[in-house]
């Protein structure tokens, strides 16, 4: 389980993350939402390491990892799917997938059937560069080349941006999927209330770097939350 607690976080003088606090179990889906600009994607940095927070503690079961480095968090099972998808453009497909081998042993550097089943359109494009795929292909293969690493933690920070409909409901649908193996928590930053809360298991609502509502997606008041999303 991902522990994160009491976290505050700074960019030169602005505290842009405040007491901040979430957990996330295998096999649920806690979803984080809020406006452009309150701090989900600090968060989710902070989370897999790309920047140090000066609070708190963020812990994966019982180890503290808030002192790791990003390279031994992925070693651990940490893997994210950043915003703007950022596969690389001039390697074909299969060499954006083999880019996941990173953190692996030797062992397991192996491209699983499952992530051809997962995103069949994959297997047909192995040969294209990544940058010939339309949006919705790009986030499809940053998703599978995330779950090459075999992560205990899947970080997704707003996967449905840009995309078009019919391929939003094929990664709600790999999404589910995912969580229902029961071996992966799944921490997904959305702004898109519908698909959010067609998958959440659990919902943390952040305004101005603080956590302003949270609570299992039974008991959150959809009216309330929707609030803090309106412009």
């Given at each position: 389980m991902l522990n994160v607690e009491g976290i505050h976080l700074y960019y030169g003088a602005s505290h842009t993350l405040r007491n901040v606090s979430l957990n996330a179990e295998p096999g649920k889906i806690t979803c984080v939402l809020g406006r452009n600009g309150v701090g989900k994607t600090s968060l989710l940095r902070a989370i897999m390491g790309l920047k140090d927070i000066q609070r708190g503690r963020i812990a994966w079961g019982e180890t503290e990892v808030s002192r790791l480095a990003p390279h031994e968090r992925a070693r651990r099972g940490f893997a994210l799917v950043p915003q703007g998808r950022e596969i690389f453009p001039r390697l074909s497909v299969l060499e954006n997938l083999k880019t996941g081998f990173a953190p692996l042993p030797r062992s397991l550097q192996t491209i699983?059937?499952?992530?051809?089943?997962l995103f069949p359109v994959l297997k047909s494009m192995l040969g294209r560069r990544g940058g010939d795929l339309s949006g919705g292909q790009q986030q499809q293969l940053a998703i599978a080349r995330a779950l090459i690493t075999r992560p205990k933690l899947l970080i997704l920070d707003e996967p449905t941006?840009?995309?078009?409909?019919?391929?939003?409901k094929d990664i709600e649908r790999v999404i589910r999927k995912l969580a229902e193996r029961g071996d992966m928590a799944i921490l997904l930053v959305e702004q898109y209330f519908d698909f959010a809360s067609a998958l959440a298991d659990k919902f943390v609502v952040m305004e101005r770097g603080e956590v302003v509502l949270a609570g299992d997606s039974g008991a959150v008041d959809e009216e309330e939350v929707r609030?803090?999303?309106t412009v």
């Open positions: 699983e059937d499952e992530i051809y089943e941006e840009g995309i078009q409909p019919s391929i939003i609030r803090y999303l």
